[in-house]
């Protein structure tokens, strides 16, 4: 495995880097100034200004493996640009790369029919509209695919939807369009055969974004978590995705690529949590000395490296093997990315929050956001246990019938 980066990702690493320093961190405060003046769910104008300055810069779409929309990066090629934009809460934004259109965008390029494409994935591509993915359900184990309640009954050439969903990202933002929904239609089929996915225009009668939902205190508006109530809503039978029956089978095609984006993007903000880290212990005295000479700091900024390098190589790996041996394949490595990722970066932010005493947990640096954020992809990209025990079922099937 040749991790090195080739030329053209290094160039996209400078450019997207470039970008960052130049555009991306002076705007974090003005991004956090405009959502608080007037209605904090309306689009700010400075990133609209971003989005028009990187595409501008072509730094547009970098997302997409194996596909002629986007630019033609494979999972491994992209991970370290995935890595510098996720520094920064505002990062994947501006690129049109960020949660949840990158893995509905994906869900379209395979799945969609060509009219769904020209209506959905188009605009979503030009950056003229957005998404959300309205799956998670408040009365179900949401960690179990197979346990979606929510109903889609055909009716002609008609579907029939009702149920609640909850943590519907980007819902509350007034450019989501488009929910691609998954509901139960044939609750007396084979397991992994009971649900559908069908696209729900967000504008259909009966579809009700009932609140958006705060995470530790934080409603990250104006994308937002949404709560959304489907009262009978009906759209044509043709909405569905792939057929009749294949929600969980685009439900598993979806998680790999979208989760290999967010595990860089972790260890983006585990780097910039060790940068700020850093500077601080430097800079800050106590009893005489610089904070990185007291307590054993230098131990946590050391294993603070350690832990991030690690989580990189093994991100790297699984983002090497899904385009070399695909997904199913690359199982147990994607699963064991979404646990390690995350917890590396919960420990570097941890270490950078203690370091930085009460400044660590205000809003004058980004690491209460960030930690808050962390721990809930640790639930929103499944549960650690759940990937935990898809690691240890590979092990174990390894030697079953052995006569261990």
Not at 214 to 236: C, I, N, S, T, W
Not at 256 to 267: A, E, N
């Amino acid at each position: 495995m040749d991790f090195a980066y080739s030329p053209k990702v290094q160039a996209l690493r400078e450019r997207v880097t470039a970008f960052m320093d130049t555009h991306v961190y002076s705007a974090e405060a003005v991004f956090e100034q405009q959502v608080a003046q007037g209605d904090r769910w309306q689009p700010t104008a400075i990133m609209e200004e971003l989005k028009r300055k990187a595409r501008a810069q072509g730094l547009w779409n970098l997302f997409l493996p194996e596909s002629e929309r986007g630019a033609g990066l494979t999972n491994l090629e992209y991970a370290p640009l995935a890595e510098i934009m996720g520094r920064s809460m505002l990062g994947p934004e501006p690129f049109n790369c960020s949660a949840p259109d990158t893995g509905n965008m994906e869900v379209l390029v395979r799945y969609a029919s060509a009219a769904q494409k020209q209506q959905w994935l188009e605009p979503l591509l030009r950056g003229e509209i957005r998404s959300a993915f309205a799956m998670t359900e408040p009365d179900v184990a949401s960690s179990d695919a197979t346990n979606m309640d929510a109903r889609a009954v055909r009716d002609g050439d008609e579907w029939v939807i009702n149920g609640r969903k909850w943590w519907t990202s980007g819902a509350c933002d007034p450019r989501c369009k488009i929910l691609i929904f998954m509901g139960l239609s044939n609750p007396e089929g084979p397991r992994h055969q009971q649900h559908s996915m069908i696209l729900v225009p967000v504008d259909t009668p009966g579809v009700h974004i009932v609140r958006p939902l705060p995470v530790f205190g934080y409603d990250d508006a104006p994308h937002g978590h949404a709560e959304v109530l489907f009262e009978h809503v009906r759209v044509p039978y043709d909405n569905v995705l792939l057929g009749e029956g294949r929600g969980f089978e685009i439900a598993q095609g979806r998680l790999g690529p979208g989760r290999i984006h967010h595990c860089m993007r972790s260890i983006g903000m585990a780097e910039r949590a060790l940068e700020l880290m850093c500077k601080r212990a430097l800079t800050r005295n106590a009893f005489g000395k610089p904070l990185a000479r007291l307590g054993g700091n230098i131990d946590l900024i050391a294993n603070s490296r350690m832990e991030i390098d690690m989580a990189r190589l093994l991100t790297l790996k699984a983002a090497y093997m899904m385009d070399t041996v695909g997904n199913k394949v690359a199982k147990s490595e994607i699963a064991q990315i979404k646990v390690i990722a995350p917890n590396v970066a919960l420990k570097v932010i941890d270490r950078a929050i203690q370091i930085h005493g009460g400044a660590g947990v205000s809003g004058d640096f980004p690491l209460a956001y960030m930690y808050a954020m962390q721990r809930t992809l640790r639930l929103a990209d499944g549960p650690d246990e759940v990937h935990r025990a898809a690691v240890g079922k590979y092990e174990l099937g390894k030697y079953a019938g052995q006569g261990v």
